[in-house]
Structures are given as structure tokens and as C-alpha cells.
């Protein structure tokens, strides 16, 4: 019985040694392997850059590389992962022994002796719980990967980011535009204004053609004031995203620029690369990872638990006399603790993980297709987008041919003056119309770049830990997007 206590720290020892803990693999998925919009195949280069500089606009990339520091959801997210990666530290160190040092002194005053007895003690305790049956490990692999899910989770605001900001810049740009070509169509239909008022001085048109002037004028000219709200809303929007306040707005927004121009072409991934570089659909594998280990973990909490224990320490009735061999004293425990009966917690809590689990893998699905679906929707809208504004250009050409040959008939005496008002309005509606196709072609652009174009921000993330990475080589060049 003297060495009985070998059996529990012999045992623990050998089977913590020889126990192979083993995590389950992501369950292999199957994905299409081709896109249903069909594209025109085009030779260009993979992009190695983010994909709003293929819009060659200095103020947008400093735009974004400022939200990219400065946005507080960008900083929530980096806050997250450093939070995960605490968690992991703590989920580490379970599996190691813990010990703690500590000194005491006590003093006794007994009344019947009139005597008082000290005592001093320095004592150094040691213990640990060998991970057996994997409990400590499946927790440690629950963290490890809901670090990297923290980290895609960073990608994924990464991603939105960017495209808000470009979204919303061309928006601001669109709204600039339009303005300056209303502003522009005000000062020439105010000289018509005064042409016709002259006209009627002289007798040559009827107070009718100067009230219709007079009301087309006026008309476009309320459109300003929507048009300048519209300007100031979208900038406050473009300053909360870039974490300022509305007063401390850039410059560079300030004034009015042109709407960049769209790239021609892009290097379209297939759907199994695509969903591998987007940071949600990561995001959401490592969350059915998290969800696998912990059931596991779960598992294993239902087996029995080992401990060991030691104890070196001195004690003394003199601290002077506490370090010396004499009082040196040495203790060592082991045991083993299962549970028998629970009325079914331990079980319940395996059920619970399974279920989490099973939500995890359905909630990766979800986000699996709601990717193809914003791929497909982009690809399609880019190209009919395009259509659109190529026919509307056609139609503004032609509108400024019927502005001309109106003008020269109703100088001529051929025509009357509402069909000078109505070619007018006509072509100015169409250059209004005209702007917002191609801020519509921009938009879907980003809309597509946002959904294929994933891998500068994972590279981005990976600066914050790691992230594994499975490129891919079989891709399409597609005519009509950008990267």
C-alpha cells in the first residue's frame, strides 16, 4: 500500500502518452464547375492587386486605404481576432501543468498555557490533468480554428468595406456630374429664356413660346437643390466610413471629379476558386470546424478524468530556521474522477454540440450559395448594364442631332418652340440618364469584385495571423468586369 499511489501516476502517465488524439476533417463538398452566365473568353493577366485600382483613381485608393485603418468596424474585427487568439492561449494552457508558490505564517495564542505558538511555512504546489481521452485537445482545436475564423471574419468586413466606400464614391461622383450637366443645361436654356423674350419684344414669337421657356427653365432648376442634398448626404456617408466626422471630410470630396472609367476585362475564377478566396465562405468552414472540436470535446467529457498533484514546501516554529532540511516536507497526490450518474447532462451537452454542429455546416451552405448567387447576379447585371449604357450613349447622340435641327427649324419658321423645349429636355434627361447607366455599370462592378475578388483582403488578414490558402490555377478571362 506504500507505493499504491504509483498505480494512479504510473497509469495516467502511459495512457496520456500512448492516447493519439485525432480531429475530424471539413466534410468534402462538391461545387459547380463552370458559371451558368456564359462569358467571352478573353487572354489577360491574373490581377496580384487590389481590384479598385484597376480604376486608376487616386482619391478612391486613398479613400480606402483609409477605412481599411480607420473604420470601427475594420477595428472591431481586428480587436476580435486578438481576442481569439487570448482564448487560445487559454485553451493552451490547459493542457499544461499548473504550479503555484506561496508562503504563510500563523500565530496561536492558547490562554490556559498562556502560551503563544508560531508557525511559517513556504510552500510550492504542482498539478496537472493529463488530456487523456483528448477533452483539453478538441478545445485547443476549437480555438485554433476560431482564431482563423475571427481572421476571414476580418477579410469579410475587409471586403464589404472597400466596396462601400467604392459604392458610395461613385455615387458622389455621379451626383457631381449630374449636377454640372443640369448647371450647364441652366445657363444655355437661360440664354434660349432671353432670345425668346427678346423675340417677343420684336414681335417674331407669341407671349406663349416665352411662358414655356420660362417654365422649362424654372422646372430644371428645382432639380438642383435635390441634387447638392444628395451630394451632402453621400459625403457624410463616404466621412462615417472612413471613421470622421462629417465636418473633417477629405478634401478631395469636396471637389468635383469625373466618374472613373471601367476596366474592359477580368480574370473570372471558377466557382471552386472563387468560393476558396471569398473570407465569408472561409469564415463560415471554420465556424463547422469550431462546432466539430467542441462536440468532441463534448465527447470526451464523459470519460473519466485523471489528476496529479505535489507538494514541496518547508515549515518552521522559527523563521529563521524555515529553510533547512529539517523542515523540509514533500506531499504527492493522484486521482481519478468519473461521473456516474448526471441525470443525463454529460449526454444532453453531446446532443446540444451536435445539433450547434449541424447548424454550423447549414449556415456554411447558406453562404456557399448566396456567393454563387451574388456572383451570377453581378455577371449578369455588368453586362446588361454595359448594354444599357451603350445604347443610351447612341440615343444622346442622336438627341443633340434633333436639339440642332430643331433650333435651325424654328429659326426658320418650320417649327414651333415646344419642339426647340422638347429636344432640349430630351437630351438633357438622356445625359442625366446616361451618367447614372455608367454609375450603374461602376456599381455592378464593384458588386462583382466584391464577390470574386477576395484574396487581397485575406492577404491583408494574414499580416494579423495565418490563413490557409489552396490557389487554384483553372480560371476564365472574361470580357466586360474587372478584378
Known amino acids: 500500500m506504500r507505493h499504491f499511489w504509483l498505480v494512479f501516476v504510473i497509469v495516467p502517465l502511459t495512457l496520456s502518452g500512448c492516447s493519439t488524439i485525432e480531429t475530424r476533417s471539413f466534410p468534402k463538398q462538391i461545387f459547380p464547375k463552370q458559371w451558368a452566365q456564359q462569358v467571352q473568353q478573353l487572354q489577360t493577366q491574373r490581377q496580384t492587386h487590389p481590384w479598385w485600382q484597376e480604376l486608376h ?39 499544461l501543468p499548473k504550479a503555484t508558490i506561496g508562503a504563510n505564517a500563523k500565530s496561536t495564542y492558547l490562554k490556559s498555557t498562556d502560551a503563544t505558538t508560531d508557525i511559517y511555512s513556504a510552500v510550492l504546489d504542482a498539478s496537472w490533468e493529463p488530456d487523456i481521452f483528448g477533452s483539453q485537445q478538441h478545445t485547443l482545436a476549437a480555438a485554433n480554428a476560431q ?71 424654372e422646372q430644371t432648376a428645382a432639380s438642383v437643390p435635390t441634387l447638392k442634398q444628395s451630394i451632402l448626404e453621400t459625403q457624410n456617408q463616404l466621412a462615417i466610413l472612413l471613421g ?32 476558396r478566396q471569398r473570407p465569408d465562405v472561409r469564415a463560415a468552414e471554420q465556424k463547422v470546424l469550431v462546432a466539430m472540436s467542441k462536440t468532441d470535446a463534448a465527447k470526451a467529457n464523459r470519460w473519466p478524468s485523471f489528476s496529479l498533484g505535489g507538494t514541496l514546501g518547508f515549515t518552521s516554529a522559527s523563521i529563521g530556521k524555515l529553510i533547512n532540511s529539517d523542515s523540509l516536507f514533500t506531499t504527492l497526490t493522484a486521482g481519478i474522477t468519473h461521473t456516474l450518474f ?45 448594354e444599357s449604357y451603350a445604347a443610351l450613349n447612341r440615343a444622346l447622340e442622336a438627341s443633340k442631332n434633333e436639339e440642332k435641327l430643331a433650333v435651325m427649324q424654328y429659326e426658320s ?66 470580357n466586360g468586369t474587372s478584378s
Open 147 to 217: 482564431v482563423k475564423a475571427s481572421e476571414a471574419s476580418y477579410a469579410d468586413v475587409l471586403v464589404t468595406l472597400s466596396a462601400e466606400v467604392a459604392t458610395n464614391y461613385i455615387t458622389l461622383r455621379g451626383y457631381q456630374a449630374q449636377l454640372n450637366v443640369t448647371q450647364d443645361s441652366l445657363k444655355s436654356w437661360k440664354e434660349t429664356l432671353q432670345l425668346t423674350q427678346w423675340q417677343h419684344q420684336a414681335g417674331m414669337v407669341t407671349e406663349l413660346d416665352v411662358e414655356q421657356a420660362k417654365r422649362s427653365y
Open 57 to 95: 483613381d487616386a482619391d478612391l485608393n486613398q479613400l480606402i486605404t483609409e477605412a481599411i485603418k480607420a473604420n470601427p468596424d475594420a477595428l472591431t474585427a481586428e480587436s476580435v481576432i486578438r481576442e481569439s487568439r487570448a482564448y487560445r492561449v487559454q485553451a493552451k494552457a490547459g493542457l
Open 342 to 386: 448526471d441525470g443525463g447532462a454529460l449526454d444532453a451537452q453531446v446532443d446540444v454540440q451536435k445539433e450547434q454542429e449541424k447548424q454550423a455546416l447549414y449556415s456554411y451552405k447558406k453562404t456557399v450559395l448566396s456567393a454563387l448567387q451574388e456572383t451570377e447576379n453581378a455577371l449578369a447585371g455588368l453586362y446588361n448594364s454595359r
Open 413 to 478: 419658321g418650320q417649327t414651333n418652340f415646344s419642339n426647340v423645349l422638347d429636344a432640349q429636355r430630351t437630351q438633357l434627361t438622356l445625359k442625366q440618364k446616361s451618367i447614372e447607366a455608367k454609375a450603374t455599370e461602376l456599381a455592378k462592378l464593384i458588386t462583382l469584385s466584391k464577390a470574386i475578388a477576395g484574396n487581397w483582403a485575406i492577404k491583408q488578414a494574414k499580416k494579423n495571423g495565418t490563413i490557409d490558402e489552396k490557389p487554384s490555377t483553372q480560371s476564365k478571362p472574361i
Open 244 to 275: 470622421r466626422p462629417p465636418e473633417s471630410l477629405p478634401v478631395s470630396l469636396t471637389k468635383t471629379a469625373a466618374l472613373p472609367d471601367s476596366p474592359k476585362t477580368v480574370f473570372l475564377p471558377i466557382p471552386t476558386e472563387v468560393l
